[in-house]
């Protein structure tokens, strides 16, 4: 579960650069843990759970348990729309 969780980390980070986002994402393959804090506002995670159906707490938080492969790639495209 571990080397999953840091194989997600790492995948989300990649993707965040992959789609064009230019902000330094290095913290979440920087944290350990079930848990990522994005960085992202109160006010970006609202958007991105009313505009993405993305939800994390209301301070950023993600849990990595559910970064999977299949859905790393959207998670990255909504962090990256709502961060812009």
Do not use: P
């Amino acid at each position: 579960m571990a080397d999953r969780i840091l194989l997600m980390r790492s995948a989300l980070q990649n993707s965040l650069a992959d789609v064009g986002s230019t902000k330094n994402w290095d913290h979440i393959t920087k944290q350990i843990g079930m848990f990522a804090y994005s960085g992202l506002s109160n006010d970006q995670v609202m958007e991105m759970r009313e505009k993405h159906h993305v939800y994390c707490t209301a301070d950023g938080r993600i849990s990595m348990a559910g970064v999977t492969s299949g859905n790393v790639d959207y998670i990255a495209n909504a962090i990256h729309d709502v961060s812009k």
